[in-house]
Protein backbone atom coordinates (compact mmCIF):
# COMPACT_ATOMS: atom_id res chain seq x y z
CA UNK A 1 0.00 0.00 0.00
CA UNK A 2 2.60 2.42 1.06
CA UNK A 3 4.68 1.68 -2.02
CA UNK A 4 1.88 2.40 -4.26
CA UNK A 5 1.48 5.64 -2.79
CA UNK A 6 5.11 6.70 -3.09
CA UNK A 7 4.73 5.32 -6.94
CA UNK A 8 1.30 7.27 -7.37
CA UNK A 9 2.69 10.86 -5.80
CA UNK A 10 3.89 13.30 -7.90
CA UNK A 11 7.34 14.04 -7.12
CA UNK A 12 7.43 17.55 -5.41
CA UNK A 13 11.03 18.31 -5.27
CA UNK A 14 10.99 18.81 -9.03
CA UNK A 15 8.69 20.98 -9.03
CA UNK A 16 11.14 23.45 -7.58
CA UNK A 17 13.41 25.43 -9.72
CA UNK A 18 16.54 24.40 -8.12
CA UNK A 19 15.42 20.52 -8.45
CA UNK A 20 17.98 17.65 -9.11
CA UNK A 21 17.47 17.02 -12.75
CA UNK A 22 18.19 21.22 -13.17
CA UNK A 23 21.84 21.10 -11.30
CA UNK A 24 22.85 18.05 -12.93
CA UNK A 25 21.36 19.19 -16.36
CA UNK A 26 23.28 22.65 -15.38
CA UNK A 27 26.32 20.82 -14.33
CA UNK A 28 26.51 18.69 -17.46
CA UNK A 29 26.54 21.57 -19.47
CA UNK A 30 29.36 23.70 -17.88
CA UNK A 31 31.78 20.86 -17.14
CA UNK A 32 30.92 19.27 -20.25
CA UNK A 33 31.85 23.08 -22.00
CA UNK A 34 35.08 23.58 -19.72
CA UNK A 35 35.84 19.93 -20.49
CA UNK A 36 35.99 20.84 -24.23
CA UNK A 37 37.50 24.16 -23.92
CA UNK A 38 40.58 22.60 -21.85
CA UNK A 39 40.92 19.95 -24.33
CA UNK A 40 41.04 22.26 -27.26
CA UNK A 41 43.68 24.12 -25.62
CA UNK A 42 45.93 21.38 -25.86
CA UNK A 43 49.04 21.04 -27.53
CA UNK A 44 47.67 19.30 -31.79
CA UNK A 45 50.40 16.65 -30.83
CA UNK A 46 48.40 15.16 -27.69
CA UNK A 47 46.00 12.46 -28.43
CA UNK A 48 43.69 13.99 -26.13
CA UNK A 49 43.40 17.24 -28.53
CA UNK A 50 40.08 18.56 -29.79
CA UNK A 51 40.02 20.39 -32.93
CA UNK A 52 38.27 23.36 -33.83
CA UNK A 53 36.32 21.95 -36.07
CA UNK A 54 35.62 19.54 -33.18
CA UNK A 55 34.34 22.54 -31.36
CA UNK A 56 32.62 24.52 -34.23
CA UNK A 57 30.67 21.10 -34.62
CA UNK A 58 29.51 21.17 -31.33
CA UNK A 59 28.72 25.10 -31.22
CA UNK A 60 26.57 23.85 -33.77
CA UNK A 61 24.96 21.17 -31.68
CA UNK A 62 24.15 23.77 -29.47
CA UNK A 63 22.57 25.66 -31.21
CA UNK A 64 20.04 22.50 -32.18
CA UNK A 65 19.92 21.69 -28.63
CA UNK A 66 18.32 25.65 -28.41
CA UNK A 67 16.23 24.87 -31.13
CA UNK A 68 15.16 21.59 -29.18
CA UNK A 69 14.37 23.59 -26.32
CA UNK A 70 11.87 25.66 -28.12
CA UNK A 71 9.88 23.00 -29.55
CA UNK A 72 9.59 20.79 -26.14
CA UNK A 73 8.71 24.43 -24.22
CA UNK A 74 5.04 24.44 -26.22
CA UNK A 75 4.86 20.80 -27.52
CA UNK A 76 5.87 18.81 -24.02
CA UNK A 77 4.46 21.50 -21.96
CA UNK A 78 1.58 22.63 -23.80
CA UNK A 79 0.49 20.26 -26.01
CA UNK A 80 1.19 22.32 -29.33
CA UNK A 81 2.90 20.60 -32.06
CA UNK A 82 4.75 23.11 -34.35
CA UNK A 83 6.03 21.89 -37.32
CA UNK A 84 7.61 24.78 -38.21
CA UNK A 85 9.76 26.05 -35.74
CA UNK A 86 12.50 26.23 -38.13
CA UNK A 87 10.83 29.46 -39.67
CA UNK A 88 12.00 31.63 -36.74
CA UNK A 89 15.29 29.46 -35.85
CA UNK A 90 15.66 30.74 -39.89
CA UNK A 91 14.35 34.00 -39.06
CA UNK A 92 16.88 34.67 -36.64
CA UNK A 93 19.82 33.47 -38.95
CA UNK A 94 18.79 35.94 -41.92
CA UNK A 95 19.03 38.40 -39.10
CA UNK A 96 21.91 37.73 -38.37
CA UNK A 97 23.31 36.92 -41.62
CA UNK A 98 22.14 40.60 -42.83
CA UNK A 99 24.68 42.33 -39.84
CA UNK A 100 27.63 40.10 -41.21
CA UNK A 101 27.13 40.54 -44.62
CA UNK A 102 26.66 44.13 -43.45
CA UNK A 103 30.37 43.90 -42.25
CA UNK A 104 31.77 43.61 -45.83
CA UNK A 105 29.50 45.74 -47.73
CA UNK A 106 26.70 48.37 -47.20
CA UNK A 107 23.40 46.94 -47.65
CA UNK A 108 21.00 48.67 -49.58
CA UNK A 109 17.21 50.19 -48.12
CA UNK A 110 16.22 49.06 -45.26
CA UNK A 111 18.59 46.51 -44.56
CA UNK A 112 21.13 48.96 -43.89
CA UNK A 113 20.01 49.32 -39.94
CA UNK A 114 21.03 46.08 -40.22
CA UNK A 115 25.12 47.25 -39.64
CA UNK A 116 24.56 47.95 -36.18
CA UNK A 117 25.01 45.18 -33.21
CA UNK A 118 21.89 46.01 -31.11
CA UNK A 119 19.60 46.54 -33.79
CA UNK A 120 20.47 43.11 -35.24
CA UNK A 121 20.58 41.53 -32.04
CA UNK A 122 17.01 43.32 -31.20
CA UNK A 123 15.90 42.04 -34.97
CA UNK A 124 17.02 38.28 -34.15
CA UNK A 125 14.74 38.40 -30.99
CA UNK A 126 11.79 40.68 -32.77
CA UNK A 127 11.52 38.78 -36.49
CA UNK A 128 10.50 35.65 -35.00
CA UNK A 129 8.48 36.91 -32.02
CA UNK A 130 6.25 39.27 -33.90
CA UNK A 131 5.50 36.48 -36.20
CA UNK A 132 4.74 34.24 -33.79
CA UNK A 133 2.76 36.75 -32.11
CA UNK A 134 0.80 37.58 -35.39
CA UNK A 135 0.21 34.27 -36.18
CA UNK A 136 -0.25 32.34 -32.65
CA UNK A 137 -3.20 35.45 -31.90
CA UNK A 138 -4.63 34.52 -35.61
CA UNK A 139 -4.42 30.77 -34.66
CA UNK A 140 -5.19 30.21 -30.93
CA UNK A 141 -8.11 33.03 -30.67
CA UNK A 142 -10.00 31.02 -33.34
CA UNK A 143 -8.82 28.09 -31.29
CA UNK A 144 -7.13 25.70 -34.18
CA UNK A 145 -5.65 22.92 -32.33
CA UNK A 146 -3.87 19.45 -32.51
CA UNK A 147 -2.90 18.80 -35.79
CA UNK A 148 -5.03 21.69 -38.16
CA UNK A 149 -2.50 24.07 -36.59
CA UNK A 150 0.65 21.55 -37.02
CA UNK A 151 0.19 21.68 -40.91
CA UNK A 152 -0.70 25.28 -40.70
CA UNK A 153 2.87 25.53 -38.86
CA UNK A 154 4.21 23.58 -42.04
CA UNK A 155 2.20 25.81 -44.11
CA UNK A 156 3.79 29.21 -42.89
CA UNK A 157 7.21 27.55 -42.87
CA UNK A 158 6.68 26.75 -45.99
CA UNK A 159 5.35 30.19 -48.04
CA UNK A 160 8.32 31.56 -46.61
CA UNK A 161 10.87 28.67 -47.73
CA UNK A 162 9.26 29.98 -51.47
CA UNK A 163 9.24 33.34 -50.76
CA UNK A 164 13.16 33.85 -48.79
CA UNK A 165 13.52 32.13 -52.56
CA UNK A 166 13.04 34.59 -54.30
CA UNK A 167 15.68 37.04 -55.37
CA UNK A 168 13.28 40.33 -54.88
CA UNK A 169 12.99 39.61 -51.19
CA UNK A 170 16.91 41.18 -51.47
CA UNK A 171 18.00 37.85 -48.97
CA UNK A 172 19.98 35.97 -51.55
CA UNK A 173 17.48 34.55 -53.67
CA UNK A 174 17.77 30.54 -53.28
CA UNK A 175 21.82 30.56 -52.11
CA UNK A 176 21.16 32.66 -49.18
CA UNK A 177 23.29 34.60 -47.16
CA UNK A 178 27.02 34.02 -47.19
CA UNK A 179 30.15 35.75 -47.48
CA UNK A 180 30.70 36.42 -43.52
CA UNK A 181 33.72 37.75 -42.70
CA UNK A 182 33.35 39.51 -39.61
CA UNK A 183 31.62 39.44 -35.96
CA UNK A 184 31.79 42.05 -33.49
CA UNK A 185 35.57 43.57 -35.61
CA UNK A 186 36.55 39.89 -35.06
CA UNK A 187 37.78 37.88 -38.04
CA UNK A 188 35.13 34.81 -37.99
CA UNK A 189 37.88 32.34 -39.30
CA UNK A 190 40.14 33.02 -36.10
CA UNK A 191 40.65 30.68 -33.65
CA UNK A 192 39.34 32.89 -30.79
CA UNK A 193 36.39 32.97 -32.65
CA UNK A 194 35.10 29.62 -32.99
CA UNK A 195 35.43 29.03 -29.30
CA UNK A 196 33.87 32.45 -28.23
CA UNK A 197 30.70 31.31 -30.00
CA UNK A 198 31.21 27.86 -29.01
CA UNK A 199 30.96 29.43 -25.28
CA UNK A 200 28.34 32.01 -26.56
CA UNK A 201 26.07 29.07 -28.12
CA UNK A 202 26.59 27.10 -24.62
CA UNK A 203 26.34 29.79 -22.32
CA UNK A 204 22.20 30.51 -24.07
CA UNK A 205 21.77 26.70 -23.87
CA UNK A 206 22.08 27.45 -20.31
CA UNK A 207 20.08 30.30 -20.18
CA UNK A 208 16.97 29.46 -22.30
CA UNK A 209 17.24 25.95 -20.16
CA UNK A 210 17.18 27.95 -16.61
CA UNK A 211 13.91 30.22 -18.20
CA UNK A 212 12.10 27.84 -19.58
CA UNK A 213 12.79 25.16 -16.44
CA UNK A 214 11.65 29.02 -13.92
CA UNK A 215 8.26 29.05 -16.49
CA UNK A 216 7.41 25.18 -16.19
CA UNK A 217 7.75 24.78 -12.74
CA UNK A 218 5.79 28.12 -12.19
CA UNK A 219 1.64 27.70 -11.67
CA UNK A 220 1.87 29.18 -15.31
CA UNK A 221 3.45 25.88 -16.18
CA UNK A 222 1.07 24.03 -14.30
CA UNK A 223 -1.42 25.86 -16.21
CA UNK A 224 0.05 25.06 -19.50
CA UNK A 225 0.15 21.07 -18.39
CA UNK A 226 -3.53 21.16 -17.29
CA UNK A 227 -3.90 22.77 -21.20
CA UNK A 228 -2.43 20.09 -22.84
CA UNK A 229 -4.59 17.38 -21.19
CA UNK A 230 -7.87 18.82 -20.52
CA UNK A 231 -8.22 22.83 -22.44
CA UNK A 232 -11.82 22.76 -22.35
CA UNK A 233 -11.35 22.83 -18.30
CA UNK A 234 -8.93 25.27 -17.95
CA UNK A 235 -11.16 27.53 -19.64
CA UNK A 236 -14.19 27.00 -18.06
CA UNK A 237 -11.76 27.71 -14.55
CA UNK A 238 -11.59 31.27 -15.55
CA UNK A 239 -8.01 31.30 -17.74
CA UNK A 240 -7.62 32.34 -20.96
CA UNK A 241 -6.20 29.73 -22.55
CA UNK A 242 -5.70 31.34 -26.03
CA UNK A 243 -3.40 33.81 -24.16
CA UNK A 244 -1.11 31.16 -22.36
CA UNK A 245 -0.71 29.41 -25.47
CA UNK A 246 0.31 33.21 -27.31
CA UNK A 247 2.71 34.17 -24.18
CA UNK A 248 4.73 30.76 -24.85
CA UNK A 249 4.35 30.56 -28.31
CA UNK A 250 6.85 33.75 -28.48
CA UNK A 251 9.27 33.07 -26.11
CA UNK A 252 9.76 29.78 -27.95
CA UNK A 253 9.60 31.54 -30.96
CA UNK A 254 12.59 33.63 -29.82
CA UNK A 255 14.49 31.07 -28.15
CA UNK A 256 14.56 29.51 -31.59
CA UNK A 257 15.13 32.81 -33.42
CA UNK A 258 18.39 32.93 -30.97
CA UNK A 259 19.43 29.42 -31.84
CA UNK A 260 18.80 30.76 -35.44
CA UNK A 261 21.38 33.62 -34.99
CA UNK A 262 24.29 31.42 -33.28
CA UNK A 263 23.75 29.08 -35.94
CA UNK A 264 24.64 31.09 -38.57
CA UNK A 265 27.97 32.45 -38.01
CA UNK A 266 29.22 28.51 -37.18
CA UNK A 267 28.05 27.86 -40.17
CA UNK A 268 28.73 30.38 -41.90
CA UNK A 269 25.51 30.41 -44.69
CA UNK A 270 21.63 30.92 -44.09
CA UNK A 271 19.57 29.83 -47.12
CA UNK A 272 16.05 29.10 -47.65
CA UNK A 273 16.42 24.93 -47.40
CA UNK A 274 16.33 25.91 -43.18
CA UNK A 275 13.10 26.80 -43.97
CA UNK A 276 12.28 23.23 -45.54
CA UNK A 277 9.88 21.27 -44.00
CA UNK A 278 11.94 18.67 -43.34
CA UNK A 279 13.85 20.64 -41.23
CA UNK A 280 11.19 21.49 -38.95
CA UNK A 281 9.88 17.78 -38.77
CA UNK A 282 13.40 16.67 -37.93
CA UNK A 283 13.68 18.94 -34.61
CA UNK A 284 10.02 17.24 -33.05
CA UNK A 285 11.80 13.82 -33.97
CA UNK A 286 15.12 14.92 -31.82
CA UNK A 287 12.20 16.35 -29.30
CA UNK A 288 10.21 12.93 -29.50
CA UNK A 289 13.47 11.05 -28.92
CA UNK A 290 15.00 12.83 -25.55
CA UNK A 291 11.49 12.84 -24.16
CA UNK A 292 8.93 15.24 -24.63
CA UNK A 293 8.01 17.04 -21.33
CA UNK A 294 11.25 17.11 -19.74
CA UNK A 295 13.88 19.83 -21.00
CA UNK A 296 16.77 17.90 -20.59
CA UNK A 297 14.90 15.23 -22.07
CA UNK A 298 14.85 18.22 -25.35
CA UNK A 299 18.69 18.87 -25.00
CA UNK A 300 19.47 14.85 -24.87
CA UNK A 301 17.46 14.06 -27.76
CA UNK A 302 18.82 16.97 -29.75
CA UNK A 303 22.76 16.40 -29.16
CA UNK A 304 22.15 12.41 -29.63
CA UNK A 305 20.63 12.07 -32.85
CA UNK A 306 22.79 15.18 -34.29
CA UNK A 307 25.77 13.17 -33.19
CA UNK A 308 24.13 9.97 -34.95
CA UNK A 309 24.06 12.24 -38.30
CA UNK A 310 27.15 13.50 -38.12
CA UNK A 311 28.61 9.78 -37.99
CA UNK A 312 26.12 7.78 -40.14
CA UNK A 313 25.91 10.85 -42.80
CA UNK A 314 29.87 10.29 -43.45
CA UNK A 315 29.81 6.58 -43.67
CA UNK A 316 26.81 5.94 -45.12
CA UNK A 317 25.35 9.29 -46.63
CA UNK A 318 22.15 7.69 -48.40
CA UNK A 319 20.80 5.05 -45.45
CA UNK A 320 20.39 8.58 -42.99
CA UNK A 321 17.19 9.26 -43.51
CA UNK A 322 16.14 5.51 -43.30
CA UNK A 323 17.44 4.99 -39.75
CA UNK A 324 16.00 8.52 -38.56
CA UNK A 325 13.01 7.29 -39.38
CA UNK A 326 13.30 4.25 -38.10
CA UNK A 327 14.77 5.14 -34.80
CA UNK A 328 11.27 7.90 -34.53
CA UNK A 329 9.27 4.66 -35.13
CA UNK A 330 11.03 2.70 -32.56
CA UNK A 331 11.09 4.98 -30.25
CA UNK A 332 7.40 6.20 -30.76
CA UNK A 333 6.75 2.15 -30.12
CA UNK A 334 9.41 1.34 -27.60
CA UNK A 335 9.75 4.28 -25.83
CA UNK A 336 6.79 6.64 -25.35
CA UNK A 337 8.63 8.82 -23.10
CA UNK A 338 12.01 8.59 -25.21
CA UNK A 339 15.60 8.73 -23.27
CA UNK A 340 14.50 10.66 -20.75
CA UNK A 341 11.61 8.60 -19.98
CA UNK A 342 14.02 5.54 -19.83
CA UNK A 343 16.34 7.24 -17.24
CA UNK A 344 13.74 8.77 -14.57
CA UNK A 345 12.07 5.08 -14.91
CA UNK A 346 15.27 3.99 -13.88
CA UNK A 347 15.65 6.52 -11.30
CA UNK A 348 12.17 6.05 -9.78
CA UNK A 349 12.95 2.02 -9.23
CA UNK A 350 16.19 2.99 -7.62
CA UNK A 351 14.60 5.53 -5.26
CA UNK A 352 11.29 2.83 -4.54
CA UNK A 353 14.24 0.29 -3.93
CA UNK A 354 15.84 2.58 -1.94
CA UNK A 355 12.20 3.31 0.40
CA UNK A 356 11.65 0.00 0.50
CA UNK A 357 14.98 -1.07 1.76
CA UNK A 358 14.63 1.50 4.54
CA UNK A 359 11.12 0.16 5.08
CA UNK A 360 12.43 -3.47 5.82
CA UNK A 361 15.20 -2.51 7.56
CA UNK A 362 13.22 -0.61 10.12
CA UNK A 363 10.57 -3.20 10.52
CA UNK B 1 -39.92 76.73 -8.12
CA UNK B 2 -37.62 76.48 -5.85
CA UNK B 3 -38.86 72.77 -5.09
CA UNK B 4 -37.91 71.74 -8.39
CA UNK B 5 -34.29 74.17 -8.13
CA UNK B 6 -33.76 72.40 -4.47
CA UNK B 7 -34.64 68.33 -6.09
CA UNK B 8 -32.60 69.46 -9.34
CA UNK B 9 -30.00 70.79 -6.64
CA UNK B 10 -29.93 67.34 -5.06
CA UNK B 11 -29.70 65.42 -7.87
CA UNK B 12 -26.86 66.85 -8.96
CA UNK B 13 -24.94 66.44 -5.71
CA UNK B 14 -26.22 62.89 -5.58
CA UNK B 15 -24.06 62.93 -9.33
CA UNK B 16 -21.23 64.60 -8.54
CA UNK B 17 -21.02 62.64 -5.07
CA UNK B 18 -16.94 61.56 -4.86
CA UNK B 19 -17.37 57.91 -4.12
CA UNK B 20 -19.84 57.70 -6.53
CA UNK B 21 -18.84 54.79 -9.26
CA UNK B 22 -20.69 55.56 -12.83
CA UNK B 23 -21.85 52.36 -14.28
CA UNK B 24 -19.85 52.07 -17.17
CA UNK B 25 -16.66 52.73 -15.00
CA UNK B 26 -17.63 49.75 -12.76
CA UNK B 27 -14.93 46.78 -13.55
CA UNK B 28 -16.81 44.27 -15.93
CA UNK B 29 -16.55 41.19 -12.64
CA UNK B 30 -18.62 43.60 -10.90
CA UNK B 31 -20.64 41.33 -8.05
CA UNK B 32 -23.51 39.63 -9.09
CA UNK B 33 -26.72 41.77 -8.52
CA UNK B 34 -29.33 39.36 -7.25
CA UNK B 35 -31.55 42.25 -5.79
CA UNK B 36 -34.38 41.50 -8.16
CA UNK B 37 -34.53 38.03 -7.70
CA UNK B 38 -33.01 35.31 -9.72
CA UNK B 39 -29.38 34.57 -10.29
CA UNK B 40 -30.32 33.17 -13.77
CA UNK B 41 -32.24 33.77 -16.26
CA UNK B 42 -32.56 32.29 -19.18
CA UNK B 43 -35.75 33.90 -21.76
CA UNK B 44 -36.82 32.23 -24.83
CA UNK B 45 -34.07 30.19 -25.61
CA UNK B 46 -33.30 28.32 -29.08
CA UNK B 47 -30.55 26.67 -30.49
CA UNK B 48 -30.50 24.02 -33.29
CA UNK B 49 -27.93 22.19 -34.72
CA UNK B 50 -27.95 21.27 -38.28
CA UNK B 51 -31.72 21.49 -37.84
CA UNK B 52 -32.18 19.49 -34.58
CA UNK B 53 -33.62 21.64 -32.33
CA UNK B 54 -31.35 21.23 -29.41
CA UNK B 55 -33.18 23.63 -27.43
CA UNK B 56 -36.50 24.90 -27.90
CA UNK B 57 -38.30 28.07 -26.75
CA UNK B 58 -36.27 27.45 -23.30
CA UNK B 59 -37.69 29.17 -20.09
CA UNK B 60 -35.74 28.82 -16.92
CA UNK B 61 -35.35 30.71 -13.71
CA UNK B 62 -32.71 29.81 -10.85
CA UNK B 63 -33.46 32.37 -7.30
CA UNK B 64 -29.94 32.87 -5.70
CA UNK B 65 -29.28 30.19 -3.15
CA UNK B 66 -31.52 27.42 -4.53
CA UNK B 67 -30.70 23.84 -5.56
CA UNK B 68 -32.86 22.80 -8.27
CA UNK B 69 -32.41 19.59 -10.10
CA UNK B 70 -33.15 19.24 -13.93
CA UNK B 71 -34.00 15.52 -15.58
CA UNK B 72 -35.03 14.72 -18.87
CA UNK B 73 -34.31 11.66 -20.98
CA UNK B 74 -31.77 11.28 -23.12
CA UNK B 75 -31.59 14.18 -25.71
CA UNK B 76 -33.70 16.48 -23.70
CA UNK B 77 -31.15 19.47 -23.77
CA UNK B 78 -29.86 19.75 -20.81
CA UNK B 79 -26.15 19.73 -21.50
CA UNK B 80 -26.86 21.81 -24.53
CA UNK B 81 -28.76 24.13 -21.99
CA UNK B 82 -24.97 24.16 -19.66
CA UNK B 83 -22.76 24.78 -22.83
CA UNK B 84 -24.99 27.71 -23.73
CA UNK B 85 -24.94 29.24 -19.79
CA UNK B 86 -20.94 28.67 -19.92
CA UNK B 87 -20.78 30.60 -22.96
CA UNK B 88 -19.42 27.20 -25.29
CA UNK B 89 -22.27 27.38 -27.35
CA UNK B 90 -24.14 30.72 -28.40
CA UNK B 91 -27.88 30.39 -28.66
CA UNK B 92 -30.10 31.02 -32.32
CA UNK B 93 -32.61 33.23 -29.87
CA UNK B 94 -33.45 34.44 -26.33
CA UNK B 95 -31.74 35.82 -23.67
CA UNK B 96 -29.70 34.41 -20.74
CA UNK B 97 -28.50 36.94 -18.08
CA UNK B 98 -27.03 36.07 -14.83
CA UNK B 99 -28.48 38.27 -11.80
CA UNK B 100 -29.63 41.59 -13.74
CA UNK B 101 -26.63 42.97 -14.90
CA UNK B 102 -24.52 40.45 -17.09
CA UNK B 103 -25.46 39.80 -20.13
CA UNK B 104 -24.14 36.16 -20.56
CA UNK B 105 -24.54 36.07 -24.31
CA UNK B 106 -21.86 38.90 -24.68
CA UNK B 107 -19.37 36.82 -22.63
CA UNK B 108 -16.61 33.81 -23.41
CA UNK B 109 -16.15 31.28 -21.00
CA UNK B 110 -13.17 32.23 -19.00
CA UNK B 111 -15.22 35.65 -18.59
CA UNK B 112 -18.13 33.86 -17.41
CA UNK B 113 -16.23 31.40 -14.96
CA UNK B 114 -14.50 34.45 -13.66
CA UNK B 115 -17.98 36.15 -12.99
CA UNK B 116 -18.65 33.26 -11.03
CA UNK B 117 -20.30 30.44 -12.99
CA UNK B 118 -18.55 26.89 -12.07
CA UNK B 119 -19.40 23.98 -14.23
CA UNK B 120 -18.65 20.28 -13.51
CA UNK B 121 -18.61 17.99 -17.09
CA UNK B 122 -20.33 14.95 -17.24
CA UNK B 123 -16.92 13.04 -17.74
CA UNK B 124 -14.75 13.75 -14.61
CA UNK B 125 -12.39 16.35 -16.11
CA UNK B 126 -9.64 17.15 -13.92
CA UNK B 127 -5.84 17.51 -14.62
CA UNK B 128 -4.66 13.99 -14.52
CA UNK B 129 -0.74 15.13 -14.61
CA UNK B 130 -0.74 17.32 -11.60
CA UNK B 131 -1.70 16.03 -8.00
CA UNK B 132 -5.05 16.88 -6.19
CA UNK B 133 -3.41 19.96 -4.03
CA UNK B 134 -2.58 21.49 -7.83
CA UNK B 135 -5.73 20.57 -9.15
CA UNK B 136 -7.19 22.65 -6.57
CA UNK B 137 -4.48 25.67 -6.42
CA UNK B 138 -5.36 26.04 -10.43
CA UNK B 139 -9.04 26.26 -9.85
CA UNK B 140 -8.33 29.07 -7.06
CA UNK B 141 -10.22 32.10 -7.39
CA UNK B 142 -7.87 35.33 -8.37
CA UNK B 143 -5.23 36.34 -10.68
CA UNK B 144 -5.80 34.76 -14.40
CA UNK B 145 -3.46 36.82 -16.57
CA UNK B 146 -0.35 35.17 -18.11
CA UNK B 147 2.07 37.34 -16.15
CA UNK B 148 0.66 37.25 -12.91
CA UNK B 149 -0.25 33.44 -12.77
CA UNK B 150 3.80 33.37 -13.91
CA UNK B 151 4.51 35.21 -10.77
CA UNK B 152 1.62 33.61 -8.42
CA UNK B 153 3.21 31.56 -5.08
CA UNK B 154 1.28 29.75 -3.11
CA UNK B 155 0.50 32.30 0.04
CA UNK B 156 -0.66 30.87 3.42
CA UNK B 157 -4.16 32.04 2.92
CA UNK B 158 -4.54 29.64 -0.41
CA UNK B 159 -2.86 26.92 1.15
CA UNK B 160 -5.78 27.36 4.08
CA UNK B 161 -9.12 27.43 1.64
CA UNK B 162 -7.04 24.29 -0.22
CA UNK B 163 -6.96 22.30 3.07
CA UNK B 164 -10.80 23.64 3.86
CA UNK B 165 -11.89 22.48 0.21
CA UNK B 166 -9.60 18.73 0.50
CA UNK B 167 -12.06 18.69 3.78
CA UNK B 168 -15.09 19.07 2.27
CA UNK B 169 -14.32 16.75 -0.63
CA UNK B 170 -13.16 14.13 1.52
CA UNK B 171 -9.74 14.11 0.09
CA UNK B 172 -7.57 15.20 2.73
CA UNK B 173 -5.68 11.70 3.03
CA UNK B 174 -4.78 11.70 -0.74
CA UNK B 175 -3.65 15.79 -1.47
CA UNK B 176 0.11 14.20 -3.23
CA UNK B 177 -1.27 11.95 -5.31
CA UNK B 178 -1.74 12.24 -8.93
CA UNK B 179 -5.22 13.26 -9.90
CA UNK B 180 -4.94 10.59 -12.76
CA UNK B 181 -4.46 7.89 -10.29
CA UNK B 182 -7.60 8.18 -8.17
CA UNK B 183 -10.56 6.42 -8.15
CA UNK B 184 -13.65 7.99 -10.68
CA UNK B 185 -16.07 9.05 -7.20
CA UNK B 186 -12.99 10.67 -5.98
CA UNK B 187 -12.44 12.31 -9.78
CA UNK B 188 -15.91 13.45 -9.20
CA UNK B 189 -15.60 14.94 -5.93
CA UNK B 190 -11.60 16.17 -7.01
CA UNK B 191 -13.90 18.08 -9.66
CA UNK B 192 -16.08 19.72 -7.33
CA UNK B 193 -13.85 20.39 -4.84
CA UNK B 194 -12.15 22.77 -8.27
CA UNK B 195 -15.59 24.30 -8.37
CA UNK B 196 -15.34 25.49 -4.65
CA UNK B 197 -12.27 26.98 -5.10
CA UNK B 198 -13.51 29.00 -7.61
CA UNK B 199 -16.13 30.46 -4.96
CA UNK B 200 -18.88 30.33 -7.51
CA UNK B 201 -21.92 32.40 -7.07
CA UNK B 202 -23.49 29.42 -9.37
CA UNK B 203 -22.27 25.82 -9.57
CA UNK B 204 -23.50 23.53 -12.70
CA UNK B 205 -23.18 19.83 -12.17
CA UNK B 206 -23.78 17.41 -15.09
CA UNK B 207 -24.14 14.45 -13.65
CA UNK B 208 -22.20 13.84 -10.74
CA UNK B 209 -22.91 10.06 -9.58
CA UNK B 210 -22.72 8.66 -12.86
CA UNK B 211 -21.06 5.81 -12.45
CA UNK B 212 -20.87 5.71 -8.66
CA UNK B 213 -21.26 3.31 -6.28
CA UNK B 214 -24.26 3.73 -3.23
CA UNK B 215 -22.30 5.15 -0.51
CA UNK B 216 -20.45 7.28 -2.65
CA UNK B 217 -23.69 8.60 -4.31
CA UNK B 218 -24.33 9.32 -0.87
CA UNK B 219 -21.66 10.98 -0.10
CA UNK B 220 -22.14 13.34 -3.27
CA UNK B 221 -25.91 13.76 -1.98
CA UNK B 222 -24.66 15.37 1.28
CA UNK B 223 -21.76 17.26 -0.22
CA UNK B 224 -24.10 18.99 -2.88
CA UNK B 225 -27.02 19.70 -0.06
CA UNK B 226 -24.23 21.10 1.98
CA UNK B 227 -23.20 23.62 -0.88
CA UNK B 228 -26.84 25.20 -1.52
CA UNK B 229 -27.35 27.94 0.29
CA UNK B 230 -23.82 29.47 0.09
CA UNK B 231 -24.47 29.16 -3.37
CA UNK B 232 -26.72 28.24 -6.13
CA UNK B 233 -27.03 24.99 -7.05
CA UNK B 234 -27.83 23.47 -10.75
CA UNK B 235 -27.76 19.44 -10.69
CA UNK B 236 -28.68 17.80 -14.04
CA UNK B 237 -28.87 14.07 -12.98
CA UNK B 238 -30.46 10.75 -14.75
CA UNK B 239 -30.87 8.52 -11.60
CA UNK B 240 -34.41 9.81 -10.25
CA UNK B 241 -33.57 8.00 -6.78
CA UNK B 242 -30.76 10.49 -6.54
CA UNK B 243 -33.09 13.18 -7.33
CA UNK B 244 -35.04 12.62 -5.21
CA UNK B 245 -32.87 12.53 -2.10
CA UNK B 246 -31.59 15.95 -2.52
CA UNK B 247 -34.29 18.16 -4.80
CA UNK B 248 -36.46 21.13 -3.35
CA UNK B 249 -37.54 21.82 -6.75
CA UNK B 250 -37.46 19.89 -9.99
CA UNK B 251 -37.77 20.59 -13.53
CA UNK B 252 -38.16 18.09 -16.16
CA UNK B 253 -37.04 18.89 -19.39
CA UNK B 254 -38.37 17.99 -22.72
CA UNK B 255 -37.61 17.74 -26.16
CA UNK B 256 -35.57 21.29 -25.91
CA UNK B 257 -38.43 23.23 -23.37
CA UNK B 258 -39.71 22.74 -20.09
CA UNK B 259 -42.18 19.89 -19.73
CA UNK B 260 -42.82 20.61 -15.59
CA UNK B 261 -41.79 22.34 -12.58
CA UNK B 262 -42.08 21.78 -8.86
CA UNK B 263 -40.77 19.43 -5.98
CA UNK B 264 -41.00 16.31 -6.73
CA UNK B 265 -43.78 14.68 -5.71
CA UNK B 266 -45.55 17.30 -7.79
CA UNK B 267 -43.26 16.53 -10.83
CA UNK B 268 -43.85 12.82 -10.64
CA UNK B 269 -47.39 12.36 -10.20
CA UNK B 270 -47.77 14.97 -13.44
CA UNK B 271 -49.19 12.49 -16.17
CA UNK B 272 -47.18 14.06 -18.83
CA UNK B 273 -44.13 13.36 -16.98
CA UNK B 274 -45.24 9.81 -16.12
CA UNK B 275 -45.63 9.56 -20.40
CA UNK B 276 -42.30 10.65 -20.92
CA UNK B 277 -40.46 8.92 -18.85
CA UNK B 278 -42.61 5.36 -18.69
CA UNK B 279 -43.82 6.08 -22.26
CA UNK B 280 -40.36 5.68 -23.60
CA UNK B 281 -39.58 3.30 -21.27
CA UNK B 282 -42.73 1.04 -22.45
CA UNK B 283 -41.04 1.52 -25.88
CA UNK B 284 -37.43 0.87 -25.20
CA UNK B 285 -39.41 -2.42 -23.74
Sequence with gaps: ?363 | MSVIDSTRFDRLREFARPDRVFDFMAPAQSPVDVRHGPILYLEDVSVSFDGFQAINRLNLTIDDGELRCIIGPNGAGKTTMMDIITGKTRPDHGQVWFGSRHNLLTLDEPQIANLGIGRKFQKPTVFEALDVTENLELAMAGERRVWKTLLARLDHEGQARIDEVLETIGLSGERYRLAGVLSHGQKQWLEIGMLLMQRPRLLLVDEPVAGMTEPEMHRTAALLTRLAGQQSVVVVEHDMGFVRSIARQVTVLHQGSVLAEGTMDDVSSDPRVVEVYLGGDEEAA
Design chain 1, 1 to 363: MTTQTFLHERDRSRQAFLSRSTLLTSLVLIVGMLVVLVLNALPESSAWHVSNATVSLLGKYFTYMLLALAVDLIWGYLGILSLGHGAFFALGGYAMGLYLNAQTSPLPGWQSIMTYFPVAALAVLLAPGLLALVFGWLAFRSRVTGVYFSIITQALTFALMLAFNRNEMGMGGSTGLTRFYELLGFSLASEGMTVALFVASGMAVLLAFWLCQAITVSRLGRVSVATRDAEARVRFIGYRVDHVKLALFVVSAMIAGVAGALYVPQVGIINPSTFAPLFSIEVVVWVALGGRATLYGALLGALVVNYLKTVLTGVMPDAWLFILGGLFVLVTMLLPQGIAGVISTWRGKRRDGEKQDRQEVSA
